[in-house]
Structure formats: structure tokens, C-alpha cells
């Protein structure tokens, strides 16, 4: 017998046995009809601007530097007043509407993943330049996927990430971002897709919060 | 008793009286409990909220052939290879036969618990191989050649004064009392490590059978860099974590974060679905995922404890567990502490050696309060007892119990007894905690509550 045949007959042979239902040991059980996640999760604000006012409120919490800007030349401008005053050397980023043309901007040496790139040249980069696929108001939290975003490791690598995004781009909560990835996606999801919520942290130092553990120590999310 | 039991006992009454231990400890779950209570706060129903991961859990575990199936059918069809892996032994053999495979010789492993729980380490060393913890606490307690002290915070009985000297010796790194400074000596270092290392290890917190896909959720960016530069990949998941649907990971993302460390959503919560894909730019080209039974089976098999086994490994209950905060986790001796620990370990590892962890509990029912997924964790513990007693019942015990069921049963000798009590009790005070003290064992290190002068029955009968 194969070892995937013995787990799997054990399963099944456990399971002859009935577990008691969850929540029979509280003295009144909630009802056993299922809820869905929406219902429990933290309230979000019904119009898109409460829903903006709380993503910026949480990005705020999360350290997150967070650049609402109106046009392509203010996010143009306000990109390149940052690499000027934190003295980027190098770049990177990916094929893309808003990647692609922002690296141009910049006239920097410019990394671009999309076909294939070398890793040791990406370590050496001050930043990291992608787009994504969401930004959600509920947790602050940038949703990307390697298809979005240049690949697996552009948006963990460099120091500093600087996210590209859409204010349409904004959901209300994570089930609505879920809902998103199943609908784009369908049957040919990208091999990743990560919620990144906040620059990379520890607390593993008598748990005080630093920031940069391994990932970016900034991020920052231009907001078009 | 079990030598694991004597040793239990040994360091606990150590660790209890270790007040510089008891300040560490309290401090940090202090910070915790603060932002745990706020992030509960912010759900609309939190306990609505539990009843629903409690019966999402409950219909994966209880379907767990039909999910993990389609888990495997699924993530396989998108090029993972899957193996299965019945012991911790096996798990071993599978995961050397693919270092050996890829003539590998440095490994760089974000945290993972089942690790742990198979001293995956330890095969990897003995073979000749580099292993590197990358989590930062799990790297700080590699350095000491220690086992992580709490399943979500691994370093926390640490100062930063004794990480930094850690660091000095091992590292060679200038002497810091700054946690950032610290922090960066230790990101400076594993940056090489990724980029050198030939395979990247994994663990895994939830596994999707809908869309097969692997769920990991971490602070540091240490598991998606593991997942992003090694040319081959390695995830070694229990059976257990498999969910049905990917829209549950809208509640169990968040309560993980929530209950794990007072966050809103950890900072990376990462989906994989496959090793890299054509048309990608970057990732594994291998991934190999190794599903552990490891006696989670005999787990499953207990219908009155099967929900165990919907565990999340927040560490939730130990962060509130009286005990857990008392003698720490290193005493417990195993890979899982607190009271989940207590509970699964004779399951895990024999009933007989670990009961002791199981009577190791004040009942207070905190954990069980706490649990996200409403494991009857307390209950549990009791059922643990019993099922001790009656494997090997205690002869003095049940002499015990037989004596005071003789006697309660008949009123003449429990007036007797009641009086024998009262006027016992003062002579009992002369010879406490010494060898010729019938309650030694209590009285060592506790008073004795005093019989009350007028029982109840007396009381009534003399109201006015």
C-alpha cells in the first residue's frame, strides 16, 4: 500500500466515529445555520470615500507611507523628488502601465524583471517599483500577485517597495479582494498572490516593533 | 511517573520561582494582551466570528479525505509533486531523498512547526547540511542550540542584552542594546543566505482545496523570500490545515493575525499555488510539498477530541494559560506547549509519558475562552485524565476515592469525619509540609483552606 492509501484509510477509518458539533459545549451554541466571514469582520464604510478614509487610516497605523496624488505628473513628481532626496541609485521594476513609465521618470539604472532578471543585481537595488492588483480599505493591506507585480521577489527584495496604484483599484474588505482574485483569475491563477499589509516587521526583540526584518523597510503606495 | 514527568515537575518548580523569567514574560504578553483585546474589539461579533471558523474547521476536519484529495489533485495539477508522509521518519527520508536529488548543500527555512515537531534539523545536519533558520526568532534560538520557548513568539524569553551578546559571540557583531540595531545585524547576515542557498523550506498555516493552494502568513518576508529565490522549494504541512474554500481565508487571515499578535492582518499573507509557472519571471522551478500524518490520524480517530486538530497554532491559549506564563514553555519538553501542547502531546507522543502535562492545569478555562476555533480545550484535559486513569488506574488513588465514597455515604461516619477534621486540622499546622504530613505534597508549597467550624447542615439547623 502506498503511504498516500494508509493516510488516507486511517482518515477514512477515524471518521466512523461522529464528532460532537462545534459549539455544543456552550451553554447556547450560535445558531448552526452557516454565517459568512462579511457579517463578523470589521466594519467598512458603504461610500468609496469612508472606505479611502479608513485605508489611509490604516496604512497611517502601519507605517505606511501613503502618497495621495491626482495626477500622473504629481505622482511623476512626487516619485522623483524621493529618489532625489533618498538618493536612489538603482531601480526596479516591470513591464506595466504604470511601472513602466514610471521608472522612465526617473532616469536611474533600471532593473526590469518581467524576463527574467539576475537576483544579486535586484539585491543591490534601492527600490522596488510595481503595480498591484488591490488595495483593501478593511486592513490596509496591498494585494499583489507575481503577474501583477513583477514576479516573487521585486516586491520582498529591495529595501523599499513603492506600490503603483488606482483609487478604482480600492475594494471594501477581504472578501470583496478574494472575490477579485477568483473573477480575474478564474482557472489560471498566478502561482502567488500576497496581501501585503505594512512594510516587513518583527517583534521578536522583546516584542518591539521594527521595521525591515527580512522585506522592505518602507513602502510606500502611490494612490492615483 | 514518567522520567518526562519528573523532569517536568523538576523545572517547573525552578521556573515558578524565577521572578526575573516571570517579569520577561509578563512584559511582552502585557503588549499583547492590549492589542489581542483591540483587535477583537474591532470585529462586528467576535464570538459569531468563532462559531464560524469553529464550523468551517469542523467540516474540513471531518471531510479531511475529500478535501485533501482535492487539495493534492489540484495543486499537482499546476506542477507541485506531492508526497505523503505517514511518520515523522518518513517525512525525513522523503525530504533528504530531495536535498540528496538536488545535490544540495545550504538550506534556508522560514519557520515551521512540524519541523520542529520531526527535528528536521537535526536529519539535515547529521547529513552533512547547512540549514539556516531565517525567522528572526527562530534564527536567535538556532543560535543557542535551543528549541523555540512559544510557537508564534520563539525568542521571547529573551532580553535584548543576552541577544546581543548572542550575537557577538556567534556573529562577531559589535555589542547593541538597540532591537533595530540587532534586527539588522541578523537581516544583514541571512541576506546571504538567500541568495546562496539551494533549497528554501517552508512551513504552511492553511491549505486551500478549492484552488490548491498553500497559505503562509508571516511579519518578516523571511517565507516569501524562501518562496521566491532557492531553486527548489519544500513545504511540510500537517494534514490538519487543509480549508475548503478560499473565501474562508477572509476570516481565518485575520483572526490568525488578530490572536496570534494583536495585529489586524499579519504582514505577509501569502497564497502559492504553484513553483514558478511558464511565462513567470522568477520562483522555484521545483516545489515539493510533504504531508504529515505523524499520528494525527490517532488524533482524528478521538471523535471526542477530533476538534484538537482545528488548531490554527496562534498560541493564543498559551498566551493567557496561567501555567504556560508560570513555568514557561521550554519546561513542557515538547514542540507544542501550553495547553494545546498538553492536550495533543499524548496523542502525539504516548498518553502514559505526558498525562502529567494534562494535570498540570488550573481548570480555569481561559484556553478555551480564548481559542479562535473553539477547541474544548479545558475538557479536553479532563478527558486526558480520565483516560489516564483508566489505561492505568493508581492504586492509592482509588483506595482514596473508595474510602471517601464509603464514608460520605454514610451520615453517622461523615459527622464523625467532619469533627475528626476540625479538631485535626491545628495539629496538622505543627507538622506541615514535613514527611509526617498526610497533604506533603500540597502543603509543601501552599496553606491548607480551613475546614469550616459550622457545616452547612448544622447552619440550617440552628437558624433562627
Known amino acids: 500500500m502506498s503511504e498516500r492509501e494508509i493516510i488516507l484509510g486511517r482518515i477514512r477509518d477515524a471518521l466512523k466515529a461522529q464528532a460532537p458539533l462545534p459549539g455544543s459545549h456552550d451553554r447556547a451554541p450560535v445558531s448552526a445555520t452557516t454565517s459568512t466571514p462579511r457579517q463578523w469582520l470589521p466594519k467598512v464604510g458603504e461610500s468609496f470615500d469612508e472606505q479611502l478614509a479608513l485605508f489611509a487610516r490604516n496604512a497611517a497605523t502601519l507605517k505606511v507611507d501613503l502618497q495621495m496624488v491626482s495626477s500622473i505628473d504629481q505622482a511623476h513628481m512626487t516619485l522623483a523628488k524621493m529618489a532625489d532626496t533618498q538618493k536612489w541609485k538603482s531601480v526596479a521594476t516591470h513591464d ?129 | 511517573m514518567s522520567a518526562f514527568a519528573t523532569q517536568f515537575l523538576k523545572q517547573a518548580r525552578v521556573m515558578a520561582a524565577d521572578l526575573r523569567h516571570r517579569r520577561i514574560i509578563r512584559s511582552a504578553l502585557g503588549n499583547y494582551e492590549i492589542a489581542r483585546d483591540k483587535g477583537n474589539a474591532s470585529f462586528q461579533d467576535w464570538q459569531g466570528a468563532r462559531q464560524l471558523a469553529a464550523q468551517t474547521k469542523w467540516e474540513a476536519i471531518n471531510h479531511l479525505d475529500k478535501y485533501l484529495e482535492q487539495f493534492v489533485a489540484k495543486i499537482e495539477a499546476r506542477g507541485t509533486k506531492v508526497h505523503w508522509a505517514s511518520t515523522g521518519d518518513r517525512a525525513r527520508e522523503i525530504i533528504l531523498q530531495i536535498v540528496r536529488d538536488k545535490k544540495a548543500h545550504s538550506i534556508i527555512k522560514s519557520k515551521a512547526m512540524t519541523a520542529e515537531e520531526i527535528h528536521l534539523n537535526d536529519t539535515l545536519e547529521e547529513a552533512g547540511l547547512t540549514v539556516v533558520e531565517n525567522d528572526l526568532g527562530e534564527f536567535i534560538v538556532q543560535l543557542r542550540h535551543e528549541a523555540p520557548y512559544h510557537i508564534v513568539f520563539p525568542s521571547m524569553h529573551l532580553t535584548r542584552g543576552e541577544i546581543s551578546r548572542l550575537f557577538e559571540s556567534e556573529l562577531g557583531s559589535a555589542p547593541t542594546n538597540d532591537p533595530e540595531e540587532l534586527t539588522m545585524i541578523a537581516r544583514r547576515v541571512l541576506r546571504e543566505k538567500y541568495l546562496t542557498a539551494d533549497i528554501g523550506i517552508t512551513g504552511a498555516n492553511f491549505a486551500i482545496a478549492e484552488t490548491g493552494m498553500v497559505s503562509i502568513t508571516e511579519n518578516e518576508g523571511n517565507a516569501r523570500l524562501t518562496a521566491a529565490l532557492p531553486k527548489t522549494m519544500i513545504t511540510l504541512m500537517g494534514i490538519e490545515k487543509v480549508l ?52 494525527r490520524t490517532e488524533l482524528l480517530a478521538d471523535a471526542e477530541q477530533r476538534d484538537a486538530l482545528h488548531c490554527i497554532r496562534c498560541g493564543a491559549c498559551l498566551n493567557v494559560c496561567p501555567i504556560f506564563r508560570n513555568v514557561g514553555g521550554h519546561t513542557y519538553g515538547t514542540t507544542y506547549s501550553g495547553p494545546i501542547g498538553s492536550v495533543i502531546t499524548p496523542h502525539l507522543r504516548g498518553l502514559l509519558d505526558w498525562k502529567h502535562l494534562s494535570n498540570a492545569s488550573s481548570l480555569c478555562g481561559a484556553c478555551t475562552e480564548t481559542c479562535p476555533v473553539k477547541i474544548d480545550l479545558h475538557h479536553h ?47 496538622q499546622n505543627l507538622v506541615k509540609g514535613s514527611a509526617l504530613d498526610p497533604a506533603k505534597a500540597w502543603t509543601q508549597t501552599r496553606d491548607l483552606p480551613k475546614l469550616a467550624q459550622e457545616s452547612f447542615k448544622d447552619w440550617w439547623r440552628n437558624r433562627k
Open chain 1, 96 to 224: 506595466g502601465m504604470l511601472a513602466g513609465v514610471a521608472a522612465n521618470w526617473l532616469s536611474l539604472p533600471t532593473i526590469n524583471t518581467t524576463a527574467g532578471f539576475d537576483v544579486n543585481e535586484l539585491e543591490t537595488c534601492d527600490v522596488g517599483i510595481s503595480e498591484c492588483d488591490a488595495l483593501i480599505a478593511q486592513t490596509g493591506s496591498v494585494m499583489v500577485t507575481n503577474r501583477s507585480a513583477g514576479g516573487r521577489a521585486l516586491s520582498v527584495l529591495p529595501p523599499h517597495h513603492v506600490v503603483l496604484a488606482r483609487r478604482e483599484q480600492l475594494v471594501a474588505d477581504l472578501p470583496a479582494a478574494i472575490e477579485l482574485v477568483k473573477k480575474k483569475y478564474a482557472n489560471n491563477y498566478p502561482s502567488i498572490i500576497s496581501f501585503i499589509t505594512g512594510p516587513s516587521r518583527t517583534g521578536d526583540i522583546e516584542r518591539i516593533l521594527v521595521l525591515g526584518a527580512h522585506g522592505p523597510k518602507k513602502l510606500t503606495i502611490f494612490c492615483l
Open chain 2, 244 to 295: 475548503p474554500r478560499l473565501d474562508d481565508l477572509a476570516l481565518f487571515l485575520p483572526m490568525l493575525a488578530t490572536m496570534g499578535t494583536g495585529q489586524q492582518l499579519t504582514c505577509y499573507n501569502t497564497l502559492y499555488g504553484g513553483p514558478r509557472q511558464p511565462g513567470e519571471s522568477d520562483g522555484p522551478e521545483e516545489w515539493h510539498i510533504v504531508l504529515l500524518d505523524n499520528h
Open chain 2, 381 to 427: 484535559l479532563l478527558q486526558n485524565r480520565r483516560n489516564a486513569a483508566k489505561l492505568k488506574p493508581s492504586f492509592f488513588e482509588r483506595l482514596a476515592y473508595k474510602m471517601f465514597g464509603f464514608i460520605v455515604n454514610r451520615p453517622a461516619l461523615w459527622i464523625i469525619a467532619k469533627k475528626f477534621g476540625r479538631w485535626g486540622q491545628p495539629l
